[in-house]
């Protein structure tokens, strides 16, 4: 069954806006920034800020597919929305490197990775045997 034109609006606003956070958040400055805020509220240790990457990543790809379902079969929602994911990671991460008082951890770029293969890794641990029907 489709999803009503709100719906889809709904599901397009949501991850245009967690993306567009995302960025935000990656490129930053680093000092007195609402990154570097959050990242002292949650302990400002290598560990949380790298969660919440994770956190950050998972939300993302999650959002994505449950976007891109409406459009395409289910794996290929799932193969483009974490494409979207690893390529919005690697590209803010790498583009630290330009920002002030940034820089790349390879930590974080792992972190990202992890938050981006969470979300189907949860599908097929849910789904059972029946995610190998939804994810190649």
């Given at each position: 069954?489709?999803?009503?034109?709100?719906?889809i609006?709904l599901?397009?606003?949501?991850?245009?806006?967690?993306?567009?956070l995302?960025?935000?958040l990656?490129l930053s400055p680093?000092?007195?920034s609402?990154?570097?805020?959050?990242s002292?509220?949650?302990?400002?240790t290598?560990?949380?800020?790298?969660?919440g990457?994770?956190?950050?990543?998972?939300?993302?790809?999650?959002?994505?597919?449950w976007t891109?379902?409406e459009h395409?079969?289910?794996?290929?929602a799932?193969r483009a929305?974490v494409a979207?994911g690893?390529?919005?990671?690697i590209?803010?991460?790498l583009a630290?490197?330009f920002i002030?008082?940034?820089g790349?951890?390879?930590?974080?770029?792992v972190?990202?990775?992890?938050?981006?293969?969470?979300?189907?890794?949860?599908l097929r641990?849910l789904?059972g045997?029946?995610?190998?029907?939804l994810?190649p």
């Amino acid at each position: 069954m489709s999803a009503s034109p709100l719906t889809i609006l709904l599901r397009w606003s949501a991850a245009l806006a967690w993306t567009a956070l995302t960025v935000f958040l990656m490129l930053s400055p680093g000092e007195q920034s609402t990154a570097e805020d959050l990242s002292r509220f949650f302990g400002g240790t290598d560990l949380t800020d790298a969660l919440g990457h994770v956190f950050l990543f998972g939300i993302l790809t999650a959002l994505w597919w449950w976007t891109l379902m409406e459009h395409l079969p289910l794996p290929h929602a799932l193969r483009a929305a974490v494409a979207v994911g690893l390529t919005t990671g690697i590209v803010t991460e790498l583009a630290r490197f330009f920002i002030p008082h940034w820089g790349v951890a390879l930590i974080d770029l792992v972190a990202n990775g992890i938050g981006v293969l969470l979300p189907p890794t949860i599908l097929r641990l849910l789904a059972g045997n029946r995610a190998f029907d939804l994810i190649p």
